[in-house]
């Protein structure tokens, strides 16, 4: 499963997510593999299968939607255009005004 190193002080959740789907895709794994190792794996492992992991009727639609497929080039999937979390959409414009915001606390606190 991916994401599970978050504790590691030099291992920032999100941003490191995608380094280590790349990594992932370089050890041999296909890109459908390594999302999956974020996605369909976690749930499985927490025996929520049923509702969360892929996209399918009646699941929790939390989603990251991509300008590009990471199934062509894993990298890709730094590329989002929108996260959609508890039926609230974040489009990029939202996301990256948060990301600044979360900066300059980031800068204000070190």
Do not use: W
């Not at 929520?48 to 996209?55: A, F, N, P, R, Y």
């Amino acid at each position: 499963m991916s994401g599970t190193d978050v504790l590691n002080p030099y291992c920032f959740p999100g941003f490191s997510l995608h380094d280590e789907l790349e990594l992932f895709v370089q050890a041999g794994l296909s890109p459908m593999e390594a999302l999956q190792t974020a996605t369909l794996n976690p749930a499985r492992f927490l025996g929520k299968e049923k509702d969360l992991g892929t996209v399918e009727k009646g699941k929790i639609a939390d989603l990251v939607l991509l300008e590009a497929s990471p199934l062509e080039n894993i990298g890709n999937s730094r590329k989002i255009d929108a996260v959609v979390v508890k039926g609230r959409l974040f489009p990029k414009a939202e996301l990256q005004k948060m990301l600044a915001d979360v900066e300059t606390l980031a800068r204000r606190a070190s």
